[in-house]
C-alpha cells in the first residue's frame, strides 16, 4: 500500500471517562492516536501523529526495499537457496 501524506483518514474523536479526556485515532493508521484535554487538542494532537506515522511507515517501506535488493544481490552470488537463509 502506497501512503500518501495528502490522503484523506477518518478520525474518530471521543471522550474518556477513564483518561478525563478526548481521545482521537485514525482506525486506518494503527496505533496513531491521541490525547487532548479538549477536542480541539485532541484532533491537532492526532493530525501531528498522522505525519510521523506516515513517515516512519515510508522509512520501513524503505528499508524492507533495501532489505529485499540486497536479498536479491546476495541470491545472485550465492544461489536462491543460500540467499534464502537470509530471511530467516
Known amino acids: 500500500m502506497k501512503i500518501k501524506n495528502s490522503q484523506k483518514y477518518n478520525i474518530n474523536l471521543f471522550y474518556s471517562n477513564s483518561y478525563k479526556g478526548y481521545i482521537a485515532d485514525i482506525p486506518d493508521l ?11 487538542e485532541a484532533l491537532n494532537e492526532v493530525l501531528k501523529a498522522k505525519i510521523v506515522w506516515i513517515k516512519a511507515a515510508r522509512a520501513y517501506e524503505d528499508y524492507c526495499l533495501k532489505k529485499a535488493m540486497d536479498i536479491g544481490k546476495k541470491s545472485e552470488l550465492l544461489g536462491r537457496d543460500d540467499a534464502l537463509k537470509f530471511l530467516e
Open 30 to 40: 494503527e496505533y496513531c492516536s491521541a490525547f487532548g484535554s479538549t477536542p480541539k
